[in-house]
C-alpha cells in the first residue's frame, strides 16, 4: 500500500518537489478530542499537501493509525462521528482494583482492542506495510522514563495501546520486559526527529490547551498537569528549531539544512471541551470535526509563507465564555418535484413523504453570539427522508439567528445542512422568517422552516426539492430541555448563562413583534 495516493495530487506538489520542500505531519495528543484533528487533515489534504514524514503522540497516534491503514481524510471523519463513545469504556475485573497493588489504572484497554481499533478501520498489518513516506509513533519508556521513538513498519497492536495508556487511565503495557505509557508528559509533539530525518516544513496540529486561568476540580487538577508538561516540552522544541535556523542562518549546515525549517501550527483559539463532554453529548465529533476544518481554513486565508513565529506565545489560548448547546427536531411535508416550499409541503403530504431534520446547535461563546450581528452558531444533524434516505449525517451547517434581512422588518432565523448519501452532496438550507405581518404571528414565524434542497455543496446547486418543516409543542419543549451550557467559567452557574440566552432571544422578539407596532 502507497499512503500517498489517499493523498491529492496538484500543483502544491509540483511547487514543493521543485522546492525541495519535505513535509512532516505532527499529530499530539488531545483525549480523544482528535475527531477535530481528522477534521484539519481533511482541509489539509483538500489543499493538496503531500507529507514525506508523519509523526503521532498519545491520542494522535489513532488518526496517524488511521491514515496508514489506507483511510482517507473524509472516512477518517465519517469513522469519528460514528464512534460511539460507551464503546471506548472497559474496566479490569474486580481483582485488578482490589489486590495488591490497591489502583494501578480507572480502566482497561479491552475496548480499545476490541471496538474501538476495528471502529477506526486501524489495522496493524497494513500499517506496517505502508510505503510512499515514512512515519513514527511515539511511547513512554518507563524504565529509562523517556520517550522512545517507533517506526511504522515495527509498530503493533501493543505499541499502539501503550501509546494512549496515560497514567491513571489505562495500566501501562508491558512489552518485552519493559512498560511502555502514553508519552503525554514526557513529549506530545515530536518535532525534532523528522527535522533530524530530513523535514523542512512541520505541520503542526496542537490540541492541547494552553490559558493562564488556573482552574479548581479533581478533573481540571490532572488535566492541567498534562498542559504543563505537553506545552512545556513542545515550547522547549520549539526554541531548539529557532537556535537551528539561527546557526543556519549563519551559514552552518544542521542536520543536512541549509534552509531554515518552517512551521505551520493549527489550534483553536481557545481550549477544547474535555472528553467528559464528550461522553454526556455536551459536544460531538461532528461539531469537533467541524472546528477542526474551519480553524484549518482560517489558518490558510491568512498563512504566513515564513509559517508560525518560533517563540512560546503562538501557544497560547485564550479562555472562552461560556456557550449553549441544544437540540432541535423539525419535520414536514416535502416533496422532490417543486422548489416551492409551500407547494413541497402540500405533495409530501398528499404523497405521505415528510423530512424530518434532527439538529444539534452549538453556541461557542454567548457573549460573542449576542454581539455579532448574525448570531452565528454551528450546526449539526441528521435527516430522514424516505424517498431519498434514512438517519443522512450531516456533519457541518450553518445557524443564524435573528440574521438581518433585506427588509428592514425581516429577520431571518437560518439552518443549513450539508451532506453526503450515495456519492452525491446535498444541501439542504431553511429559514425562519421573522416578521410582524398585520396578524399577531409569533408563534408560526418562529416554528415555521421553509426549506429548499439542492444537489451541491451550497446554495448555487440545483434545486430538487423543496417544503415546509415545522416544530411542534413536543418538540419544543424537548428543545428546552436539552439546553446545556458549555465552557462554564467558574463562578457562574448555569442559570445566569441561560437567562443571558433567553433575555437576548425574547429581546428580539420585542423588538420585531412589539416596538414595530409603536
Known amino acids: 500500500m502507497t499512503i500517498v495516493t489517499n493523498i491529492p495530487q496538484g500543483a502544491a506538489d509540483k511547487e514543493q518537489d521543485a522546492a525541495g520542500v519535505k513535509r512532516a505531519l505532527i499529530l499530539p495528543g488531545g483525549g480523544l478530542r482528535l475527531s477535530y484533528a481528522a477534521g484539519v487533515i481533511d482541509e489539509l489534504f483538500a489543499h493538496g499537501l503531500k507529507f514525506q514524514f508523519m509523526d503521532g503522540t498519545s491520542g494522535g497516534s489513532l488518526n496517524l493509525a488511521m491514515l496508514l491503514s489506507g483511510l482517507k481524510a473524509d472516512e477518517m471523519c465519517d469513522r469519528w462521528r460514528s464512534l460511539s463513545m460507551m464503546d471506548t469504556i472497559s474496566f479490569g475485573s474486580l481483582k485488578d482494583y482490589f489486590s495488591d497493588p490497591f489502583f494501578v489504572a480507572a480502566g482497561s484497554a479491552e475496548a480499545f482492542r476490541k471496538k474501538v481499533f476495528p471502529h477506526l478501520g486501524i489495522d496493524v498489518d497494513k500499517i506496517r506495510a505502508a510505503s510512499g513516506m515514512q512515519a513514527t509513533f511515539n511511547v513512554c519508556n518507563f524504565s529509562t522514563k523517556s520517550n522512545e521513538v517507533i517506526r511504522h513498519q515495527n509498530i503493533s497492536e501493543d505499541f499502539l495501546i501503550a501509546g494512549i495508556s496515560l497514567p491513571g487511565t489505562l495500566p501501562p503495557v508491558q512489552i518485552n520486559g519493559v512498560n511502555y505509557l502514553d508519552s503525554g508528559f514526557i513529549q506530545d509533539a515530536n518535532l525534532l526527529d523528522p527535522v533530524k530525518a530530513g523535514a523542512n516544513e512541520l505541520w503542526l496540529v496542537w490540541i492541547m490547551g494552553n490559558i493562564p486561568q488556573y482552574r479548581s476540580g479533581l478533573l481540571n487538577f490532572y488535566v492541567q498537569m498534562l498542559e504543563m508538561s505537553a506545552n512545556g516540552a513542545l515550547g522547549k522544541e520549539i526554541l531548539r528549531i529557532s537556535e537551528i535556523n539561527e546557526r543556519i542562518r549563519n551559514g552552518e549546515e544542521v542536520y543536512g539544512h541549509r534552509q531554515p525549517i518552517t512551521l505551520h501550527l493549527i489550534k483553536p483559539a481557545h481550549p477544547l471541551p474535555l472528553d467528559s463532554a464528550l461522553y454526556t453529548g455536551q459536544i460531538t465529533h461532528a461539531h469537533l470535526i467541524e472546528m477542526g476544518r474551519n480553524d484549518a481554513r482560517s489558518y490558510f486565508a491568512s498563512m504566513p509563507p515564513q509559517g508560525v513565529p518560533l517563540d512560546l506565545n503562538v501557544l ?65 444533524g441528521k435527516i430522514d427522508f424516505p424517498p431519498l434516505g434514512m438517519g443522512m449525517t450531516a456533519d457541518r451547517g450553518v445557524f443564524n439567528l435573528f440574521s438581518p434581512a433585506d427588509e428592514p422588518e425581516t429577520k431571518y432565523m437560518i439552518y443549513e445542512l450539508s451532506f453526503v448519501h450515495l456519492g452525491q452532496q446535498y444541501y439542504l438550507a431553511g429559514k425562519k422568517i421573522i416578521r410582524d405581518d398585520p396578524m399577531f404571528d409569533l408563534w408560526d414565524d418562529t416554528t415555521t422552516l421553509y426549506t429548499r434542497l439542492y444537489r451541491g455543496l451550497d446554495t448555487s446547486g440545483e434545486v430538487i426539492g423543496a417544503g415546509i418543516l415545522t416544530l411542534g409543542v413536543k418538540e419544543l419543549l424537548q428543545l428546552i430541555s436539552s439546553m446545556e451550557v458549555i465552557n462554564p467559567l467558574l463562578g457562574t452557574d448555569k442559570l445566569s448563562t441561560l437567562s443571558k440566552f433567553g433575555r437576548f432571544f425574547v429581546g428580539e422578539l420585542w423588538d420585531t413583534y412589539v416596538m414595530q407596532l409603536k
Open 316 to 380: 497560547q489560548m485564550t479562555q472562552q465564555s461560556p456557550g449553549i448547546y441544544f437540540k432541535e427536531t423539525m419535520s414536514g411535508g416535502f416533496s422532490l418535484d417543486t422548489d416551492d416550499a409551500e407547494a413541497g409541503k402540500k405533495q409530501g403530504n398528499r404523497a405521505g413523504n415528510e423530512l424530518t431534520m434532527r439538529v444539534e446547535v452549538t453556541i461557542d461563546d454567548i457573549d460573542q453570539f449576542i454581539e455579532n450581528s448574525d448570531h452565528a452558531g454551528h450546526l449539526a
